[in-house]
């Protein structure tokens, strides 16, 4: 789905979700599903799964949150490439973000390891703080953050990042999501408004 599709209804899901239980099918959707996981290296293989696994449940919450991330970098960047290729290209190296999000970020693709995963959302907090700062810079036209793609991307930074750092301007601040584990994630701030 695109990020600004409107969904679809709950009663399709509903639909869905009876036909295999109809039929007794319950046990061979969960297992291909597991299967799908385990390839993906998601799960460990063997063992007993359950759904109900709060590290299910965190690992599906960290790789949607990462995503969700990549994608709001991705939608800005597009936005910005149409709206203003100009002022884009003056402020972010275009080959590297071209290369980084070129393609759709996906959850099925995302790195196994935890690291490299946290890693991956570090990066694209870092990239999306750095497009904020471009857009809410004085020397920016005051159009640009009135691009709907560039305040959702400065939404999903505020909710989902945190800045390690005494000033908002500070090109060095070392930037964090939300539950990451650090201490100094826990009195950091970003100003809602500059």
């Avoid at 990020?3 to 969960?30: K, M």
């Avoid at 071209?98 to 870092?126: C, D």
Wanted: glycine residues 6%; aromatic residues 6%; proline residues 4%.
């Amino acid at each position: 789905m695109e990020l600004a599709a409107t969904g679809f209804d709950h009663s399709v899901l509903l639909r869905f979700r009876a036909r295999p239980a109809e039929h007794g099918l319950e046990r061979t959707v969960f297992d291909r599903l597991l299967e799908h996981c385990k390839e993906a290296g998601l799960v460990a293989a063997g063992g007993r799964q359950r759904t109900d696994a709060t590290h299910v449940i965190s690992a599906v919450r960290d790789l949607n949150r990462t995503e969700l991330a990549g994608e709001s970098v991705r939608a800005a960047l597009e936005a910005l490439a149409v709206a203003a290729p100009g002022w884009l290209a003056e402020v972010v190296d275009v080959a590297e973000f071209a290369h980084r999000y070129g393609e759709r970020i996906n959850g099925w693709a995302m790195p196994t390891s935890k690291t490299k995963r946290e890693r991956l959302a570090q990066v694209f907090g870092q990239d999306a703080l750095a497009l904020c700062r471009a857009a809410w810079a004085d020397a920016a036209p005051p159009w640009i953050r009135e691009i709907e793609a560039v305040q959702l991307l400065r939404q999903v930074l505020v909710q989902t990042y945190c800045i390690v750092a005494h000033v908002w301007s500070r090109p060095s601040a070392m930037i964090v999501t939300r539950v990451s584990t650090s201490s100094s994630a826990e009195v950091c701030q970003i100003p809602v408004a500059k």
